[in-house]
């Protein structure tokens, strides 16, 4: 199966998935394509973080840029010295840098890929002049159960309704995000730590290491899980939460902390039984 990769990030799960893709003998990785990011249409791109702001307000956005750091943090603890231009250097993976996703120059890099399929790892929008490229399209790990959770970030969705379970969705990638025929899915509980910061880091780091694993499981039979796909029907949207939902959250993980049967607190530190 030869692939193409395409990221925004050299972190997370990019930088865990690189490797073990590499040492499965079944794939091929014709290229790997970091995005960098430039904003090409500054006027439509500031306008949706406006109107976003109104949504959630102003102190939801706040927060929203303070909680950024909890869905990375273990995830990059755990694979801090992994640089994906030089481990495709010392592997002779070819590797591209592309302005943005969604430009010429990402669509150029992918018709020149020979690449049966894209992998998107951690990115934003993908365009249908991007995913259409590759003869089996494009397909993408979310961090959350899907139809229920589009766009959601992990974990804190789930705390919100008061659900402990939380996973990850592989899908294929349509006009709309988070949107297409679930590939694979595997759910889990979530592990509660002392506190909330460090739950979502925590299990943010376990859904990289799992959706890793169910990657490779795809991509080595990509037939049988593409043809027994199924349709996403009555799908919820999420995005990041207001001041008051944040509170909710907060609130709801304390509750659900106390029921949960697999924490216990020593020394202010959570340990697993």
């Known amino acids: 199966m030869n692939i193409i990769i395409l990221t ?29 990011g430039e904003i090409i249409n500054k006027k439509k791109y500031y306008l949706k973080k406006i109107k976003k702001i ?14 950024r750091k909890w869905f990375t943090k273990d995830t990059d603890f755990l694979f801090p010295d992994i640089d994906l231009e030089t ?6 993976i070819r590797f591209e840098r592309t302005p943005s996703i969604n430009c010429d120059n990402t669509r150029r890099i992918f018709r020149n890929s020979n690449a049966f399929i894209g992998i998107s790892l951690g990115n934003s929008y993908i365009s249908e002049s ?34 402990t379970k939380t996973g990850y969705t592989i899908h294929k990638i349509n006009k709309k995000i988070d949107d297409g025929d679930i590939l694979y899915q595997e759910v889990f509980p979530i592990v509660f730590k002392n506190n909330l910061a460090n739950t979502i880091s925590y299990n943010c780091a376990q859904i990289t290491k799992k959706a890793c694993q169910g990657l490779i499981k795809v991509l080595k039979d990509f037939n049988y899980y593409n043809l027994n796909s199924t349709k996403q029907i009555y799908c919820k949207s999420y995005t990041t939460p ?32």
């Not at 949504?55 to 706040?62: D, E, H, T, Y």
């Not at 089996?136 to 789930?158: C, F, K, V």
Request: glycine residues 6%; proline residues 3%; contains cysteine.
């Open 130 to 163: 991007v995913f259409s490229i590759c003869p089996l399209g494009m397909i993408n790990i979310h961090g959350e159960i899907l139809p229920d959770y589009q766009n959601a970030q992990s974990i804190i969705w789930q705390l919100y309704n008061g659900s």
């Open 87 to 92: 481990f495709c250097l010392q592997n002779n």
């Open 54 to 67: 109104f949504k959630i307000g102003l102190l939801g956005a706040l927060n929203g840029i303070r909680m």
């Open 8 to 36: 925004s990030s050299v972190k997370g799960m990019a930088a865990h998935t690189l490797p073990r893709l590499f040492n499965e003998s079944s794939i091929k990785i014709t290229m790997v394509v970091f995005n960098e």
């Open 242 to 273: 207001s001041w008051r939902q944040f509170k909710k959250i907060k609130k709801q993980f304390l509750e659900l902390k106390n029921l949960s049967p697999n924490l216990t607190v020593v020394h202010g530190e959570s340990q697993i039984n």
